[in-house]
């Protein structure tokens, strides 16, 4: 098979010489918005050459074409966004881990949650898959005071290492290509809404543990928690929610921060720039209506509020299932799922701006 990005095309060309096709009649290529299917029709069972879902992108499904050229299949697809490289035909881990370097455009990521554990995880990988520095908030602090962070809570308590984490979030918020794991928990600063200043350097995503057993049931849970505002979490641009845990997962996880951060930046392509602005402009804490240079926070009593919703959810492994949620701040919603498995991992989106 070979694939080729054509700018406002994307082209795939599979043999066929060894199938004894004899007309274009036996031939089946069924496309939609985020799908494509490829079958030989035969008596019996058709063969299916490729069954692709998602597609890397969105294509116009009503302006694919397709013909016989010698022993080979040629199908065009004409792409929604030609200004997206496609790395491949299809959304996987090693085309969201190539194609997210054009759209996160050098934007750091941060990861928020209640483990420590899981955010360290998930934070390797990504950084292995994208080329990036893996940084944790908790061996930076527990490098520089020479002790650990359970007993740094034990002698001093959390709002000190809430304090002290947030100071480390600054000294690094205008670091790019970095990913970065927060502490998890209420002692670590972005449990605490009023740490987030610089967090908002990146995008962040929030790895939840859930218990709910349903789609239906996680999607109504985050919207309950992103309408109470009293989880900090809510905050962060997209959420990935897992039910169970198991390191041997991670890599599954991370596909699904960078499916939902594709989505979220193809939803609104200057979030990139606007983040590096909010750098530039000193991180003052005014995510995401960014206030001009020489704004005084003070001066207003300016208090942050973020609002707005991007989901996808899942069900279904053995082990590890989940799904995301992302919110966006103040863009329209993007639904879709994530199922997470002994398989591996399979992202489904709808939706869009």
Known sequence: MQFSDGSAEVELRLKIGGLDIRSSRDISVDTHDTSLAIRVLRQGAPIT???????????????????????????????????????????????????????????????????????????????????????????????????????????????SVAEAESAVLESISSHARAVIATLGGQHGASGRANKWQHLYAGFTVWLSQTEALDEDSAREETHKSVKDGRISYTNADVVVKLQGWDPAYAKSVAQACLSALKQLILSDKKLPGKKSLYIRLGCRGDWPNVKPPGWDPSSEGFEVKIEGGVEIESNGGEEVDGGVEVETNGREEVDGGVEMDKNGLEVETNGGN
């Open 49 to 159: 050459l490729i069954e692709t879902n998602p597609l890397f992108d969105r294509i116009k499904s009503s302006e694919t074409i397709w013909y016989i050229d010698d022993d080979e299949l040629v199908v065009n697809c004409k792409k929604q966004d030609p200004d997206l490289k496609w790395p491949d035909i299809m959304e996987s881990w090693e085309s969201l881990a190539t194609g997210s370097s054009q759209l996160l455009q050098g934007t750091s990521i941060y990861l928020v949650g209640d483990s420590t554990e899981i955010n360290q995880k998930v934070a390797q990988e990504l950084a292995i898959g994208l080329g990036y520095t893996p940084l944790s908030t908790k061996e930076l602090l527990e490098t520089y005071t020479k002790q650990t962070v359970d007993s740094w809570l034990l002698a001093e308590g959390s709002d």
